[in-house]
C-alpha cells in the first residue's frame, strides 16, 4: 500500500510541475454494479480540471443499464450522460454550457496469453446550443499484470488504450484521438486504483493530462434490517 501512496504521489508531483496552459487534471470514478447473470449497471463520474484543480473544465456524470450477449465477453449498453463545462474567455471570468447525450455502446473482450484486449464501439447522440450532433467512438485497451497471472488481489497492472473519435454528417470528420497510459494496483476482488497519463489531440491543438481512477465493482449493498 506505501508503494501505491508513492506511486500517486510521485505521478501528481512531477505533472504537475510541468503544467503549462495545455496541461489538464482528470479525476474518475468508475462503478460496475452486476444485477443479475444478464444485466449489469455501469457508471461514472470524472471531474476535470485546468492546471489548478479547483479550476473546473469538466465535470461529467454518465450511466448505462448493459446486456450480457455471452457471459464475461460481449456485452451491449444504453446510456446517457450530463455533461458540465466551463471555458475561461477572460481572467476569472467563464462561458459555460451543457450537454446532454444518449449513448449505445457494444464491447467485447479477448485475451492473447497475459495480455487483456478491450474493444469498445460507442454512438453518440449530443444535444447542446439548441442543436444534436452525431459521434462515433472506438476504443482499443491492453491490460497486462505484472506480478500475478491475473487481474487479482495485490496485482500491479499497465493499461494501455487508444480512442478515436469521428463526427457524423459533418464535413471534418475527425474529431479528436487520446492516447493513455496507466499503472494500476488491485486493492480488493472491490477497489482497483490507478494512475498515469493521456496525450489528447483535438484537431489542431494538444493537450496533456494526469489521470487518477478508481474503479469499484459489485459494491456490497446492506439491506435493510
Do not use: C
Amino acid at each position: 500500500m506505501k508503494k501505491l501512496v508513492v506511486l500517486f504521489t510521485l505521478a501528481f508531483t512531477v505533472f504537475s510541475q510541468a503544467q503549462d496552459n495545455d496541461f489538464r487534471n482528470w479525476g474518475t470514478v468508475n462503478i460496475n454494479q452486476k444485477i443479475d447473470e444478464k444485466f449489469n449497471f455501469s457508471s461514472d463520474i470524472q471531474y476535470r480540471t485546468y492546471e489548478d484543480l479547483d479550476q473546473l473544465n469538466q465535470l461529467l456524470l454518465r450511466g448505462g443499464v448493459g446486456y450480457n450477449l455471452t457471459e464475461n465477453n460481449n456485452n451491449l449498453l444504453l446510456g446517457y450522460a450530463f455533461v458540465h463545462t466551463r471555458i475561461p474567455v477572460l481572467d476569472d471570468d467563464y462561458t459555460t454550457f451543457n450537454e446532454h447525450r444518449i449513448y449505445q455502446q457494444f464491447n467485447t473482450k479477448h485475451g492473447i496469453n497475459k495480455v487483456g484486449l478491450n474493444h469498445r464501439f460507442r454512438f453518440e447522440e449530443r444535444l447542446m446550443n439548441d442543436d444534436i450532433y452525431f459521434r462515433f467512438r472506438y476504443q482499443l485497451t491492453a491490460t497486462i499484470p505484472l506480478n500475478k497471472p491475473t487481474l487479482q488481489k495485490d496485482a500491479w497492472f499497465i493499461k494501455a488504450s487508444n480512442e478515436l473519435f469521428l463526427n457524423a454528417i459533418k464535413q471534418n470528420n475527425f474529431d479528436r484521438n487520446r492516447l493513455n497510459v496507466n499503472v494500476g494496483y488491485v486493492l480488493s476482488p472491490t477497489f482497483t486504483v490507478e494512475a498515469g497519463f493521456m496525450k489528447q489531440h483535438v484537431q489542431h491543438q494538444q493537450t496533456n493530462h494526469l489521470q487518477v481512477g478508481l474503479t469499484i465493482n459489485n459494491p456490497i449493498i446492506k439491506k435493510p434490517s
